[in-house]
């Protein structure tokens, strides 16, 4: 008895296309942020040393 086989094949067809998409959608997102990360480095990048970083690890004072 086959594994799949009580799946219909429209079904799996449908899950095949759908996690298609849904790679293809995930390539896409990776290569929108990798260019956002290119381009606008964050702020701890830009200034590590900040006050910023001094009031978290001090936050009563």
């Known amino acids: ?7 219909p094949k429209g079904l799996l067809q449908q899950m ?3 996690m298609a998409a849904l790679n293809a959608d995930l390539s896409q997102l990776d290569a929108d ?5 290119d381009r ?9 040393g900040s006050r910023v970083h001094e009031g978290e ?3 009563h004072h």
């Open 1 to 7: 008895m086959p594994a799949q086989g009580d799946a």
């Open 16 to 18: 095949e296309e759908l």
């Open 33 to 37: 942020l990798q260019h956002t990360a």
């Open 40 to 48: 606008a480095p964050t702020a701890a990048q830009a200034a590590p």
């Open 57 to 59: 690890r001090h936050p």
